[in-house]
């Protein structure tokens, strides 16, 4: 960014969500980057300019910590947390979800939340078409 830009910079969350078949740290992985992906490039966000990420997986999830998938993008100066989501009777079962911090110049309206697969249900006014 451009000092100009940097003078317009807030920190903005972006949302994010993706369910996984398995209880399985092969699954975990590959589901967080896929998520991560679709996170960055939907919103135009470089790895500098992530502040930080926090994961929460629901109970049923504990193969692994999503953090290893932003790890292996090579996220490795990136400060990350994980939660357990609570445990609400018939909730979404094996769901990542994801807030992430950024310095942006886009407005609060602009920023494009990302669900997928099974999570699209969750918030279905901020998915944005983010079925595909």
Not at 65 to 85: D, K
Request: proline share 4%; hydrophobic share 45%.
């Amino acid at each position: 960014m451009s000092e100009g830009e940097w003078r317009s910079c807030r920190v903005r969350g972006i949302r994010g969500a993706i369910t996984v078949d398995r209880d399985d740290s092969a699954a975990i992985v590959d589901a967080t980057k896929r998520l991560l992906s679709a996170m960055i490039e939907r919103n135009d966000v470089a790895v500098d300019d992530i502040a930080s990420v926090l994961f929460s997986l629901t109970p049923d999830l504990h193969a692994v910590f999503p953090a290893l998938g932003a790890r292996e993008m090579g996220w490795t100066n990136v400060p990350m947390l994980h939660f357990c989501e609570i445990d609400v009777p018939g909730s979404l079962e094996r769901v990542i979800r994801v807030l992430m911090h950024v310095n942006t110049t886009r407005s609060i309206d602009e920023i494009e939340h990302v669900y997928l697969d099974g999570a699209v249900v969750l918030r279905p006014d901020l998915a944005r078409s983010t079925t595909r």
